[in-house]
């Protein structure tokens, strides 16, 4: 079955530091891959997406890229912020079957 | 504006009485879905619905009943619920349009079985 990996937090980072949040998955046929992100006493609200392989999602600030050859969706920032302090969920949808199989979640804590 | 709403935000209650946690989405999706979140477990999905009347089971769906009689709502029910319920749980919608790859959240219900 589908399953998707995290990295295990949580991640305490400085402002203006480097993010990364490495993701891999396992899954058959062509899954598109997501980025969630959960602030604190919220819903999880989508942050990025890529649907083919190579395929790189972006939103304010954030990357990641659909890696086929390696199965890894890892999420990156360059110079995180206070605001950026949440969990983050990788997830991914494997085609035609509408059911979003998600990671554990990270959580990043962004101190001043 | 668009949303997922769900009632109540907290809820403690005993082993064995039966409760229900609501879920209405005003954006006309024919998806919904409802997970349980667990430290360390992640989201895991119990119950979604293609559209009305069409429901099926998720990875966790014991002691759990869904129903599905208009598009807009779709209620947890835990007819006997048990410790071992305890969770936070979040509903979930999306839309073809999308390709349901686009989930909006309900902000969730922190529940507390005694």
């Known amino acids: 079955g589908n399953s998707v990996t995290q990295m295990e937090g949580p991640v305490t980072l400085s402002e203006e530091a480097f993010l990364t949040i490495n993701c891999t998955y396992t899954?058959?046929?062509?899954?598109?891959l997501f980025w969630y992100v959960q602030y604190p006493g919220e819903g999880l609200q989508l942050l990025l997406k890529a649907t083919k392989a190579d395929d790189k999602g972006s939103n304010k600030g954030f990357e990641a890229t659909y890696r086929k050859e390696t199965t890894s969706f890892h999420l990156e920032k360059g110079s995180v912020q206070v605001s950026d302090s949440a969990v983050y969920f990788c997830a991914l949808n494997s085609g035609g079957y509408q059911k979003v199989t998600f990671g554990t979640g990270t959580k990043l804590q962004v101190i001043p | 504006e668009a949303q997922v709403t769900q009632n109540p935000r907290y809820l403690i209650t005993v082993t064995g009485k039966k409760l229900t946690v609501t879920c209405s989405q005003n954006?006309?999706?024919?998806?919904m879905s409802w997970y349980r979140q667990d430290p360390g477990l992640g989201l895991r999905q119990i119950y979604y619905?293609?559209?009305?009347?069409?429901?099926d089971k998720g990875d966790v769906p014991e002691g759990y009943k869904v129903s599905r009689k208009e598009k807009r709502n779709f209620p947890l029910i835990l007819e006997s619920p048990s410790p071992n319920q305890t969770s936070l749980y979040f509903c979930?919608?999306?839309?073809?349009?999308?390709?349901?790859?686009?989930?909006?959240f309900g902000s969730g219900t922190q529940l507390s079985v005694l």
């Open positions: 979930a919608s999306s839309s073809l349009v999308d390709s349901y790859e686009k989930l909006f």
């Open positions: 954006m006309n999706h024919e998806y």
């Open positions: 619905s293609m559209n009305v009347e069409v429901t």
């Open positions: 899954a058959t046929g062509y899954p598109s």
